[in-house]
């Protein structure tokens, strides 16, 4: 049998996964490439550097096949605390995988469009260019919309892990900011002329802190089996 403290371990790994997929596609390969306002720009960053545009999409893929995992371990470890609120916190996550697994459709295009298809051959560059961005675009909706459901997730999660006495409930808290971030980050998108993200940058650090930190307590020190939860905390 596996301690409880190992299954944590593993449910760091397999979040530390997530987290670093997640940065390399977002940050790495979809911020990295885009030239804000010009499309034809992006489409040169994306056609230079095709395989690297490619990794970030199987990067994408590899977030979801170990992020469900991840998140079904630690409904299982925390479960006792509160479980009601962890299947609402499941059923959040589940949600917010469903909807950036599938916006990763919009993304995909992006390569048959700039690609040298015979077809192709009708548009001129800046047509392709433009409909290129607006694929992108799209994405960076679908994007912002699935993690508003993920923002939910983090607040219920960052309740449940601070009422724990599993692990300190500093990191409790920072799951919760980091659950406010996201929220802020998706609906000040959502709300602004164009979808324009004035807040990434400000968001981003106590989003990445909260997330990092929780993912590497359960790596390095598991959970603590010995504490006992006190509902009237």
């Known amino acids: 049998m596996i301690s409880n403290k190992n299954v944590a371990r593993i449910a760091g790994l397999l979040y530390l996964i997530v987290i670093l997929t997640g940065l390399f596609a977002e940050v790495f390969v979809r911020q990295a490439f885009k030239d804000s306002g010009d499309a034809l720009a992006t489409a040169n960053n994306i056609q230079s550097a095709e395989m690297l545009f490619r990794l970030g999409v199987v990067a994408d893929v590899v977030n979801f096949v170990c992020g469900l ?86 607040l219920l999660l960052g309740y449940v892990i601070s009422k724990s006495k599993m692990v300190p409930k500093l990191f409790g808290i920072l799951y919760i900011i980091s659950g406010i971030g996201y929220l802020l980050n998706s609906f000040t998108m959502l709300l602004s002329k164009g979808f324009a993200n004035p807040i990434f940058s400000y968001v981003a650090i106590p989003i990445f802190i909260g997330e990092l930190s929780f993912c590497l307590w359960l ?10 939860f006190n509902p009237n905390d």
């Open 219 to 228: 790596l390095i020190k598991g959970i603590n089996d010995s504490e006992v």
């Open 69 to 154: 995992p991840c998140v079904l371990i630690i409904y299982f470890l925390f479960k006792r605390v509160n479980k009601f609120l962890l299947q609402l916190a499941l059923i959040f996550v589940i949600i917010q995988t469903a909807i950036i697994a599938v916006n990763l459709l919009n993304q995909s295009p992006t390569l048959l469009i700039l690609g040298n298809n015979t077809y192709l051959k009708s548009f001129e560059p800046s047509q392709l260019a433009s409909l290129s961005q607006l694929s992108l675009n799209i994405q960076g909706v679908g994007y912002a919309i699935g993690l508003v459901f993920f923002g939910f997730y983090c």
